[in-house]
């Protein structure tokens, strides 16, 4: 059992940068493969990034490859999401996800991921 608590989010206007942190509870932390998604008002759920269990792998939706950098720290229980270059559109609630993998394969699929964070609030004024 995994419980994740996200934090950093805000408003920040176009071309500045963000970076959101997520803190895990559990022994096992190092045993799950960790995600961020994002979900913009009335539309679905969608992945942003993912990163392995051990940190050798990592994936990013097109749109933000090149601007945002998914990192974790084992010790500290933690997965980052370093923003930069926000955009509009990257307006978003942002939530952390975590599914027991270790496998080199970061899937996509949110109904891959038990276990979820609360969320917290990315608003990118033009």
């Known amino acids: 059992q995994v419980q994740l608590v996200e934090s950093g989010g805000g408003l920040v206007q176009a071309g500045g940068s963000l970076r959101l942190s997520c803190a895990a509870s559990?022994?096992?932390?190092?045993?799950?493969?960790m995600g961020w998604f994002r979900q913009a008002l009335g539309k679905e759920r969608e992945f942003v990034a993912g990163?392995?269990?051990?940190?050798?792998?990592?994936r990013y939706v097109g749109a933000v490859e090149g601007r945002f950098t998914i990192s974790r720290d084992n010790v500290k229980k933690t997965v980052s999401l370093q923003m930069n270059s926000l955009k509009p559109d990257d307006t978003a609630v942002y939530y952390c996800?975590?599914?027991?993998?270790?496998?080199?394969?970061?899937?996509?699929?949110?109904?891959?991921?038990?276990?979820w964070g609360q969320g917290t609030q990315v608003t990118v004024s033009s």
């Open positions: 996800a975590a599914r027991r993998d270790l496998s080199r394969i970061i899937l996509t699929g949110r109904d891959e991921y038990p276990y």
């Open positions: 559990g022994r096992t932390f190092s045993d799950h493969a």
């Open positions: 990163i392995t269990w051990s940190g050798s792998g990592t």
